[in-house]
């Protein structure tokens, strides 16, 4: 299902049918240093990730993460879309693409695609974002997003300080 489409992109529901890129990106050192270490390690724990995150996310709060296409071919670069985290006060944005993909606006164009949808549609009053503290290129576009640094929090489990971001839709 297409959630939303730019210009170049399209933003649509993850299925288990992706879960060779899935397991691609969440496996990035990129991904791995900024995001986090998911665990997933094959095929098989793809599609489970896939089946109790994003999926389950759509069924039961109308919202997750979406795979990123580029339009004229079809080829997936990334995933954005919205988080409800138990720690967080409101649905987080979150975004990563293949590095190869990186530099050329397509994150920014994903996440205004996503930001929209949250006013618009699920008529979300605010949302926030995490990042790392040294992740330079997430907090530039969290920026240009609107976003407005708010505090350095701890990550549950984590024991990790990162930046706390939110915006007023």
Do not use: W
Request: glycine share 8%.
């Amino acid at each position: 299902m297409i959630i939303a489409q730019t210009n170049r992109l399209k933003l649509r529901h993850i299925d288990t049918n992706d879960a060779p890129f899935i397991l691609g990106l969440l496996n990035d050192p990129a991904f791995l240093q900024y995001v986090g270490d998911k665990e997933v390690r094959d095929l098989g724990s793809a599609k489970t990730y896939i089946l109790e995150g994003p999926v389950a996310s759509y069924k039961t709060l109308g919202y997750g993460l979406y795979l990123i296409e580029l339009n004229k071919s079809g080829k997936s670069i990334g995933i954005c879309g919205l988080l409800k985290r138990d720690f967080l006060d409101h649905a987080e944005i979150g975004f990563a693409l293949m590095p190869e993909y990186c530099g050329y606006g397509y994150a920014f164009e994903s996440a205004q695609a996503t930001v929209e949808l949250a006013r618009d549609k699920l008529r979300l009053a605010q949302i926030v974002a995490i990042t790392a503290r040294d992740n330079a290129r997430s907090i530039k576009l969290l920026k240009k997003l609107g976003m407005s640094f708010d505090k350095h929090i701890e990550l549950p489990a984590a024991n990790k300080k990162v930046n706390l971001y939110r915006v007023n839709l």
